[in-house]
């Protein structure tokens, strides 16, 4: 087992590197100029505040160059400093974590928590009326892009009928009083009501697919013929689907997870523009906006640190589901 944790992250760490030039080259090659961004607002900015600018940043260097630096610099977890904001891009992208990752979390939560018994209950009731439909209303949020399904809700349930809000993790303020002067309970009350929309909007997808996942995958279990023999023990239908059928899809499903859940933390940049939430999508939209350079880097080696970290925990977790499996 220790040797091959030691060899996938070693395989981890030169794909990482790989990601990361690959991401450094296509900012540093795209088209426009950070530093005439910057002088935009000044109508008496000249050449040589434009080349201050610009050695200030180390833009002078070759893209080589600043790569090796870039590289070196995150050894000691150095991400550099925003140009945007000009402080620390940790804590620049420490600040959007959390609207991002509660978001992620609850829904993936509900996704899983509703796909599992819809998808097993689907899959013995194949062919049943439940299972007839659910297929169409999963079929239909899965077609549907989450951004229509959030243009509804803010058409209809924020701006037409004004039962939720629309934007922001929390009000300024609730009937004159400001939102940091609200009891607990009050701030705890006015965030749960901002976060229905959004989170509804992340679920959706996942619950479409994980449900039909679970689905398929328990179909092709129940025709093996090991549930068959047990069947034929005399174990009761619940004991069959619930302890020997539905573990032997926990695989396939495990793994759906160790690629998706990367993508719910790292944010939804159509989502969070929609529902100005200030969360990493919108933060990465607005670094791209602003060729940001570190933050984006920043961005990057996150996403894909955490996509290999979640791949690796979920081949591991393989093991704990399936002890017939070894990493030997």
């Known amino acids: 087992m220790l040797n091959y944790i030691i060899r996938r992250l070693l395989i981890g760490l030169v794909t990482l590197v790989g990601i990361t030039f690959v991401t450094f080259l296509t900012i540093g090659l795209a088209p ?9 607002s000044n109508e008496n900015a000249t050449l040589e505040d434009a080349e201050r600018i610009r050695k200030s940043l180390g833009l002078d260097q070759g893209l080589g160059t600043r790569y090796l630096k870039w590289l070196g610099s995150i050894l000691t977890l150095d991400f550099g400093e925003s140009f945007l904001t000009n402080e620390p891009v940790t804590s620049y992208i420490g600040d959007h974590i959390w609207p991002t990752a509660s978001v992620g979390i609850i829904s993936l939560a509900c996704a899983f928590l509703l796909s599992i018994p819809i998808g ?6 194949e062919g049943g009326w439940f299972d007839r439909c659910m297929s169409t209303i999963l079929y239909m949020l899965y077609s549907v892009p989450s951004y229509v399904i959030g243009m509804v809700l803010i058409l209809y349930i924020s701006l037409k009928f004004d039962w939720l809000p629309l934007m922001g993790m ?6 004159g009083v400001p939102y940091k002067e609200l009891s607990l309970f009050e701030q705890f009350t006015d965030s749960a009501r901002h976060y229905v929309l959004i989170t509804i909007c ?12 679970v689905r398929q995958n328990l179909l092709e279990v129940v025709r093996q013929d090991y549930i068959r023999t047990a069947r034929a023990k005399g174990l009761s239908e619940r004991r069959v689907i619930i302890h020997h059928a539905f573990r032997n899809t926990l695989i396939p499903f495990i793994s759906l997870l160790g690629l998706t859940l990367p993508f719910i933390l790292g944010g939804s940049v159509i989502l969070e523009n929609m529902f100005a939430w200030p969360g990493i999508g919108r933060l990465y939209i607005e670094s791209v906006y602003a060729r940001d350079l570190p933050t984006i880097m920043g961005l990057n080696f996150m996403t894909a640190s955490l996509v290999l970290f979640f791949t690796l925990l979920a081949d591991l977790a393989y093991g704990l589901v399936d002890p017939r499996i070894s990493h030997d």
């Not at 426009?32 to 935009?40: H, K, N």
């Not at 097993?120 to 009731?125: G, L, P, Q």
């Open 32 to 40: 426009g100029d950070v530093v005439e961004l910057m002088l935009q």
């Open 120 to 125: 097993i209950y689907s899959a013995v009731r």
């Open 170 to 175: 929390n009000s300024d303020s609730i009937d």
């Open 202 to 213: 992340f679920t959706a997808g996942s619950l479409a697919y994980y449900s039909r996942f």
